[in-house]
């Protein structure tokens, strides 16, 4: 008896490290970044710890990192099936499946990841995306910071220097662009690039910095093109299911750590890891070239902003007749987020 009884509380305490082991409900949450990343502590276990306390341990929030319980491309999907009850992915690796949203992603709308975090929150708070993710319920929305162009042994300093190169490309969007100045672009989930780099699967990527850091890529590159040509959209979702079945009260719990607020502490943690990975490439002594204004840069703003306008005609010959109303909110929204 003695050594069941000491078997529970261990039990008991292993559960502890997430939450109260009597809570209410247990909510599993799904993401790709790995447990160790400043992403995952800095952002995602603080939320949880903010809805533990807030909830008095009624609601146990345990995280599932570096996709052990969803690939990148499901996750979302985990929480509208249920399979996941919180959910955080990038809208990107689901082509097709947010094509408002992905509008934030094209150049010249994000500049940094805070701005951008606000943008997308906004669009999403007034109605302009909403529909997109009516099939959950939708907790906060940020993105990365501008993705840039990084190689290892290729100088990229104009479109014709991507001639040929496989470039891993982080949406459909941004590898249309890049194959429109003769890249081959490749699709992987962002834990998979630092394994295909080394087997030589591929010339170079589409980044932003905060994810060079995280995922290691700095130590595998030594050209970086600052082209702020893309921007990753970023959800993190609830299933609906999973909300309805928690009580009014810890319904409030969730409402309450929704929205803008965790907006900007995404927004505030991804400019930080921005920062971060470009002060490791200047330290390793790697070459970055700079594109000051690439939708006026001479080089570069004829394929960027023919690839935005390829995109919105996409979304209005698939009947999304105010898509182009989404983004030039989206450019208004630039000038009042970046307050």
């Known amino acids: 008896m003695k050594f069941a009884i000491s078997s529970l509380l261990l039990v008991a305490s292993t559960l502890g490290m997430c939450g109260s082991a009597s809570a209410e409900s247990t909510l599993r949450m799904a993401h790709l970044w790995p447990a160790g990343s400043v992403v995952n502590k800095k952002i995602f276990q603080d939320w949880a710890k903010q809805v533990e306390e807030d909830s008095n341990g009624q609601l146990n929030v345990e995280i599932y990192p570096s996709q052990t319980l969803s690939q990148a491309g499901k996750t979302y999907e985990a929480a509208a ?50 529909e997109e993710y009516s099939d959950t319920r939708v907790l906060f929305l940020f993105t990365t910071g501008p993705a840039y162009l990084h190689s290892q042994d290729a100088e990229i300093q104009k479109p014709g220097d991507l001639e040929g190169l496989r470039i891993r490309r982080p949406s459909s969007v941004a590898g249309e662009m890049l194959s429109s100045m003769g890249a081959q672009p490749l699709g992987m989930p ?31 590159v030594n050209y970086h093109l600052e082209l702020p040509y893309y921007a990753g959209a970023i959800v993190a979702t609830m299933s609906q299911s999973s909300y309805d079945d928690l009580s009014s009260d810890m319904q409030d719990v969730i409402d309450k750590n929704s929205g803008m607020k965790w907006s900007r502490v995404a927004g ?31 080089d ?23 898509a182009g109303d989404v983004y030039e909110k989206a450019l208004a929204l630039g000038e009042r987020c970046q307050a």
């Not at 591929?202 to 060079?212: I, K, R, T, V």
């Not at 470009?278 to 006026?296: F, K, M, N």
């Open 81 to 130: 099936n249920g399979i996941a009850d919180i959910a955080v992915t990038l809208q990107g690796y689901t082509a097709g499946r947010f094509p408002l949203t992905e509008i934030v992603q094209l150049p010249g709308v994000v500049s940094s990841a805070s701005q951008g975090s606000c943008i997308l929150q906004t669009l999403y708070n007034e109605g302009d995306i909403a």
């Open 190 to 220: 962002a834990p998979d690039i630092y394994t295909a780099l080394q087997r030589g699967v591929m010339d170079g990527l589409s980044f932003p910095w905060e994810a060079m850091t995280v995922f290691r890529i700095n130590e595998l």
């Open 268 to 298: 505030r943690v991804f400019d930080e890891l921005d920062r971060k990975g470009r002060e490791e490439a200047v330290a390793q002594g790697d070459t970055i070239h700079v594109v000051e204004d690439p939708l006026s840069d001479p």
């Open 300 to 322: 570069w703003a004829a394929p960027l902003k023919q690839g935005s306008r390829n995109y919105l005609q996409s979304l209005e010959e698939r009947g999304l007749d105010d």
